[in-house]
């Protein structure tokens, strides 16, 4: 007789109910593991849409800030602007354009590639001590633009202050 078989109880593989068991398991970490990505994923464009706003906001007070201070001539169209004070026209709802006026159309298929975008300039003297006594009484212009997304909820703003020098 040989007395090197194991008995019947030791032997491998699993039961129907261990096999029930252990998918329940793996199905509820997948769902946790899958809850988490979802929820990561909602949030993940705020930062891309606040990175653009912000490109945006700075592209346009880049534009501006390399204008004369003074008026030079009455401009019409964005394309025409001449002077700080031109880009007081540009307000809410205005839908981003570059310098020449022509809505951002990046891969050249005719459509607006930034929809959801509006920006809003201002332009105002600057009325604060500082800038009447420290600038010669010549004063400053102080720009602001805003920068919103309808996705997003909150605006872009960045201000500069420009002098005539």
């Given at each position: 007789m040989c007395m090197n078989r194991m008995p019947y109880s030791f032997s491998r593989g699993v039961t129907i109910i261990e096999l029930v068991v252990s998918m329940v398991?793996?199905?509820?970490?997948?769902?946790?593991?899958?809850?988490?990505?979802l929820g990561t994923?909602?949030?993940?464009?705020?930062?891309?849409?606040?990175?653009?706003?912000?490109?945006?906001?700075?592209?346009?007070?880049?534009?501006?800030m390399?204008?004369?201070y003074t008026p030079v001539a009455s401009a019409s169209g964005r394309s025409n602007y001449n002077d700080v004070d031109d880009y007081n026209a540009i307000t809410a709802g205005s839908?981003?354009?570059?310098?020449?006026?022509?809505?951002?159309?990046?891969?050249?298929?005719?459509l607006d590639d930034l929809p959801g975008y509006t920006v809003e300039v201002t332009i105002a003297l600057c009325t604060n001590v500082i800038c009447v006594s420290d600038l010669t009484n010549q004063g400053a212009k102080?720009?602001?633009?805003?920068?919103s997304h309808a996705g997003l909820g909150t605006d872009i703003p960045i201000i500069a202050y420009r002098t005539n020098y």
């Open positions: 398991i793996i199905t509820i970490a997948v769902a946790g593991v899958m809850a988490l990505f994923s909602r949030t993940s464009a705020d930062p891309m849409v606040r990175a653009q706003s912000l490109a945006i906001a700075q592209s346009y007070m880049d534009e501006i390399m204008q004369a839908s981003i354009e570059d310098q020449f006026g022509n809505l951002i159309d990046i891969d050249m298929d005719g102080k720009i602001t633009i805003v920068v």
